[in-house]
T-cell receptor, first 117, second 116 residues
């Protein structure tokens, strides 16, 4: 089974609108971390936001917020007031297990976001 | 400060040849990771170093792939007898404190490997 599922291959949004990128995950481990990365056409992966499985509140970082619904195993990324520079591939990733013993990230297939002027 | 750097940025080789890909992590970062990203896919984990030792090499696809980090900073990913299926972008990442839950990984620009 896929560990991370991103069901939207592509999204098109008007500039200044908010956008939600979907991510569902599959794990039986009670301890895990969820990450979102942005990959512009230049290829470099840029860290956006992190949510720990025990965190009580949804994570926020500037215009990025994470809609974490633990019972549904979803961790959707919300970008408010989208900008042309937000056009990129977006990847959801998970780290399973206790921090010291488990460091690898498992990535989803990604969503290509295009912001239209 | 300087981010993660990778050299070369592009490598074209012929099937059966040996290649080395280099990664310079962010100064002071103790953890280093290698991932492979095929076209249209998310990155796939290959290997993780904590200091000089490989703490997790479960993602290496076969014994043609090997990685070292002899002094705990620069790492080299080595691929023997390259095959066309090895063509991908090889990404390196580093992080400062694996004991932290957040422990975000900072990625380099990648090396695009093409095996003809």
């Amino acid at each position: 089974a896929q560990k991370i599922t991103q069901t939207q291959p592509g999204m098109f949004v008007q500039e200044k609108e908010a956008v939600t990128l979907d991510c569902t995950y599959d794990t039986s481990d009670p301890s895990y971390g969820l990450f979102w990365y942005k990959q512009p056409s230049s290829g470099e992966m840029i860290f956006l936001i992190y949510q720990g499985s025990y965190d009580q509140q949804n994570a926020t970082e500037g215009r990025y917020s994470l809609n974490f619904q633990k019972a549904r195993k979803s961790a959707n990324l919300v970008i408010s007031a989208s900008q042309l520079g937000d056009s990129a591939m977006y990847f959801c990733a998970m780290r399973e297990g206790e921090v010291q013993g488990a460091q690898k990230l498992v990535f989803g297939q990604g969503t290509r976001l295009t912001i239209n002027p | 400060g300087a981010g993660v750097s990778q050299t070369p940025s592009n490598k074209v080789t012929e099937k059966g040849k040996y290649v080395e890909l280099r990664c310079d992590p962010i100064s002071g970062h103790t953890a280093l990771y290698w991932y492979r990203q095929s076209l249209g896919q998310g990155p796939e984990f290959l290997i993780y170093f904590q200091g000089t030792g490989a703490a997790d090499d479960s993602g290496l696809p076969n014994d043609r792939f090997f990685a070292v980090r002899p002094e705990g900073s620069v790492s080299t990913l080595k691929i023997q007898r390259t095959e066309r299926g090895d063509s991908a972008v090889y990404l390196c990442a580093s992080s400062s404190d694996p004991t932290r839950a957040r422990n975000e990984q900072f990625f380099g620009p990648g090396t695009r490997l093409t095996v003809l």
